[in-house]
């Protein structure tokens, strides 16, 4: 009875045929949400709408973190304008997002579902009426609340994102964030570009400071799809490449922390060893940021012998460093009266959203793909992920150091573990894919869980393909950590959870 | 005379500060007089000016150099009486200030944005907390000194005794902290930061543009150099020689600008919430001085 519900795979990236995925009715598929759901170890990775002629194909994929499985299964509708269905945000929070973003494209009506507002409008929306212009804020009326706007262009002229604060005096009550400006289609790309080179070029574009999180997943994903797994060390070499844009982005973070405090020696110091690790990134593959490093099939840039030599080197310079300013940092009175307390999001609120990464396992939720679905050279060693439990800027700023200091052990192990003789695959780009195959790859980036998805057709072409950034969660964790704090500490929860506008944007 | 030198203080004041932070962070930095480069640039441009503004707006940056300017000719120098002098002039130099203040405070407010709202709103209140403490400090000096006006009072303070060097080196501090405060420095205000939502001062010149925001830039490095003049004249004694008194006059400037740099280097800004409670301990502090001087004249417990 259970197996005919959903289908159990064990594995990342997992593979399967498209037609063995349960169709279930939407009552029996509520329940087992539901069901599932109880399980506090179970979140939900993706759901989306797969359309076809005359139906639409309902996938929602759940992973179950200490089984290490994910489970896979669906509801159909009928392909017709106005369809209704009862919401399952109201009983399950953590789907509000996904929710919406159906609603959006598909004009899907959710009974219940608080408040479903557009995620990015997309070019293809359903209801063309909505503009980005005409965003429907939340308002409160009062006599003492104000309201602030801010944005669409940031302060520090990085991403745009429109950001509405009602405050009563300096205090936020509510905060509301508008994202989509950032919308270039990417998941339509992912299907209109015919070359595999090209799709890896625009999987490493999702978001620039996650190519590598990404571009591995969607490697991952293809070489699934087209049944030609890479050699353990390539594996490897992918894993070190990883670790490394998590110690880049996790140093550059708190350098940028430091900033908003205005603790310029703890600022400056970071910013340069940031610039270390990506340094020796961009030696490796000649971009800083790792584009072009990981390619379907195997790499352009093997990692030489000189290469590892320079990783240990700038490792154990990095390390020094780093323990030395953040020993520093967390000890000063002036900075520690900045982050303790400041922008608390708790356990409870983390598992109601879904949040994933660093946002939840910095409010005690331990959620790591590298632990609970290891991919790739993860498999073969073991990865104790950390999680603090104070939700404040403290705690994420501190786990950004201790996830600093376990990176570079797990570079050390697996450096240790490659042999370096440079005979490693090359890229390919002639990879044909499995038939009406439905396939799903994820990977721990530095935020946290990256996970695509991929349908193919008849003839093994690409025909829906779907992209889920971590910061798609936990925008939600920003707006629940900046309520009853001061509006002035907005810039630092902010800068505290780093979220991308563009991996939500697509 | 003291007009004179705090003007040529402020010429090199943001400079040196900029400095020192950018030495204190690993790099070069530009020049000491790059902010008055600056200046110059913003002179030479014209006004963006808000259609939902009035003249106030307008206004608001002529109107606090003029305060600024104003209160500059009180300032004396020591063994030389200001341009005006009075008894109880320490009052109009407060005032004079506090109106400039006021200006570019309704000016924000003028332009009708959340953002300068908030930053006015800040501005006022740490304004008036740091405004207790400036008069009972001095209140205090007078109490002490015998005189009313600041040419009397820092000449006749002298560092004579151990009771006259703790309440000298409590109007030091105080003096310190009241200028960090009154010219936006840290840890209340930071200076640098682009983030509208935390800031004070520099988020209420936001929409100031070309000649006006040049105009402030110009009123608030001379307000810093006032106040620098202001702690020089404190602790120099009249009966040095000139040209001592105008070296050691530089010296304490310089020192004073190397001491806000290197303090803005290595710490971080404190809470906004945590601000108010901050600069209220300063009236505290000088109350403590208040009822030492109190002590030492015998009016108390005598």
Sequence with gaps: MEERKYIELTGNPVIMELSDIPVLEYQEFRQLIDDLLKNERAHCLTYFVYPQRDRRQFICCMGMDVKHTILVFSHEQAAMNGLLLESITQRHFCFHVFEREIHENYGIGFIGHPWLKPVRFPFDRADQSITMNAYPFYSIDGEELHEVGVG???????????????????????????????????????????????????????????????????????????????????????????????????????????????????????????TIVINTTQRWCGNRFGKGLIRPGGAHYPLTPEIKLLILKNLAE???????????????????????????????QAKTIGAVGMAARSCGLMRDIRWSHPFGAFRDIQVDPVALPSG??????????????????????????????????????????????????????????????AITGDRGELVHYKVKDPS???????????????????????????????GNDL | MGLLFCIVTALFFPG???????????????????????????????????????????????????????AGLLLPFPGFSPVFSFEGDFVLFAYLLALGKFFLIIGALDTGSSFEGMGANREALYSMLAEPAFFILFGTLALLTGHTSMVGIFDAFRFTGPDTFIVGFISAYLLVQIAMIENSRMPVDDPKTHLELTMIHEVM????????????????????????????????????????????????????????????????RKKLAKNPQFVFTLSSIALVAFILVLMITYKMLG
Excluded at chain 1, 420 to 440: D, H, I, K, V
Excluded at chain 2, 242 to 261: D, K, R, T
């Design chain 1, 318 to 348: 990095v390390e020094g460093r780093f323990t030395q300013i953040t020993g520093r940092m967390f000890t000063m009175p002036s900075v520690l009266g900045r982050f303790e307390a400041i922008g608390t999001v708790t356990a409870q």
């Design chain 2, 16 to 70: 040196i500060i900029l400095r020192v932070k950018s030495i204190a962070s690993g790099r070069k930095g530009p020049g000491i007089f790059q902010p008055w480069k600056n200046i110059w640039v913003l002179l030479q441009k014209g006004n963006v000016i808000s259609a939902t503004t009035s003249f106030i707006f307008q206004i608001a940056p002529a109107v606090y150099l003029c305060t600024v300017l104003c």
């Design chain 1, 392 to 453: 404040d800027v403290w705690s994420r700023t501190m786990l950004r150091k201790l996830e600093v200091d376990r990176s570079i052990a797990m570079i050390r192990e697996f450096l240790e573990r490659h042999d370096c003789m440079g005979a490693t695959e090359t890229p390919t780009n002639n990879m044909p894919l499995r038939q009406n195959s439905f396939a799903l790859s994820l990977t721990e980036g530095w935020r946290g869980e990256i996970c695509h998805a």
């Design chain 1, 152 to 274: 669409p262009i940031h302060a520090g002229v990085i991403e745009p994102g429109y950001f509405r604060f009602i405050c009563h005096g300096e205090n936020v009550l509510h905060l509301e964030i508008q994202l989509g400006y950032q919308h270039r289609g990417i998941e339509r790309n992912f299907i209109a570009k015919s070359t595999l080179l090209q799709r890896a070029i625009l999987a490493e574009s999702i978001a620039g400071d996650t190519t590598i999180g990404h571009s591995m997943a969607f490697g991952g994903l293809m070489e699934t799809l087209g049944d030609q797994p890479v050699s353990p060390q390539m594996s490897l070499e992918r894993a070190i490449a990883l670790e490394l844009e998590r110690i880049a982005a996790h140093i550059g973070d708190t350098a940028a922390i430091c900033g908003d405090i205005a603790y310029q020696f703890g600022q400056v110091v970071n910013e340069a060893l940031r």
């Design chain 2, 205 to 268: 010149i936001l929409d100031h543009s070309g000649f006006d925001l040049a105009l402030v830039h110009i009123a608030t490095a001379l307000k810093f150099g006032f106040y620098g003049g202001l702690i020089a004249n404190f602790l120099l004694p009249v009966d040095w020689s000139l040209p001592v008194q105008i070296i050691s006059f530089f010296v304490i400037q310089v020192l004073f600008a190397l001491l806000i740099g290197f303090l803005e280097s290595f710490r971080a």
């Design chain 1, 472 to 502: 798609f969660h936990n925008w939600m964790a920003l707006a629940l950590a900046v309520r009853n704090q001061e509006i002035s500490d907005f810039p630092l929860c902010n800068k505290s959870y780093n979220l991308s506008y563009c």
